[in-house]
T-cell receptor, first 114, second 111 residues
Framework: DTAVSQTPKYLVTQMGNDKSIKCEQN?????MYWYKQDSKKFLKIMFS???????INETVPNRFSPKSPDKAHLNLHINSLELGDSAVYFC?????????????FGPGTRLTVL | GDSVTQMEGPVTLSEEAFLTINCTYT??????LFWYVQYPGEGLQLLLK?????DKGSNKGFEATYRKETTSFHLEKGSVQVSDSAVYFC??????????FGQGTILTVHP
């Protein structure tokens, strides 16, 4: 049983298009996250939701919009894709925001913008 | 703000060699410290953690000790295997806030 799943695994698209990545967790966690990993493996948090409420919103362009329909799902919609958006996007979840809790990561979505 | 600095990679070792990956941090208060590992083509998974000063985290032969006096959390393993080849991330989490990662260290172990 997959704990944190993401779809799609690979996404290749043209500049200017709009795309979405979906994330689901079956761990019963209250907090979910989106991270971006660049080509040098550097990981940076983009957003965090706790119980469907946005609690972390890093300096991410407005073209990125997260949506959490319920505690188990956190989707990421990207408008007007740019070359610099090419990266691997990871979804993660944890019981609580902050503290000692381990974060569980999905397998990642590799986005390539042509 | 909080930050984590890891030793530059990549690191290349022969099987059964000793591994150290240095990690130092800057944070206010008393954060929890983590090592995550990313195997090729996969997401990150927790390797070990320590939640207070002098705690030692250990898992799969890896160890790291939370050293408040030197603000360090170095990862060690006495004898690496080819299957340990991966990217290793040091990270810190304050009581409430975001997980901050180091830049990652690529480890390659040759037979």
């Amino acid at each position: 049983d997959t704990a944190v799943s993401q779809t799609p695994k690979y996404l290749v698209t043209q500049m200017g298009n709009d795309k979405s990545i979906k994330c689901e967790q079956n761990l019963g966690h209250d907090t979910m996250y989106w991270y971006k990993q660049d080509s040098k493996k550097f990981l940076k948090i983009m957003f965090s939701y706790n119980n469907k409420e946005l609690i972390i919103n890093e300096t991410v362009p407005n073209r990125f919009s997260p949506k959490s329909p319920d505690k188990a799902h956190l989707n990421l919609h990207i408008n007007s894709l740019e070359l610099g958006d090419s990266a691997v996007y990871f979804c993660a979840s944890s019981y609580m925001a902050g503290g000692q809790d381990e974060q569980f990561f999905g397998p990642g979505t590799r986005l390539t913008v042509l | 703000g909080d930050s984590v600095t890891q030793m530059e990679g990549p690191v290349t070792l022969s099987e059964e060699a000793f591994l150290t990956i240095n990690c130092t941090y800057t944070a206010t208060g008393y954060p929890s410290l983590f090592w995550y590992v990313q195997y090729p083509g996969e997401g990150l998974q927790l390797l070990l953690k320590a939640t207070k000063a002098d705690d030692k985290g250990s898992n799969k032969g890896f160890e790291a000790t939370y050293r408040k006096e030197t603000t360090s959390f170095h990862l060690e393993k006495g004898s690496v295997q080819v299957s340990d080849s991966a990217v290793y991330f040091c990270a810190l989490m304050p009581s409430y806030g975001k997980l901050t990662f180091g830049q990652g260290t690529i480890l390659t172990v040759h037979p």
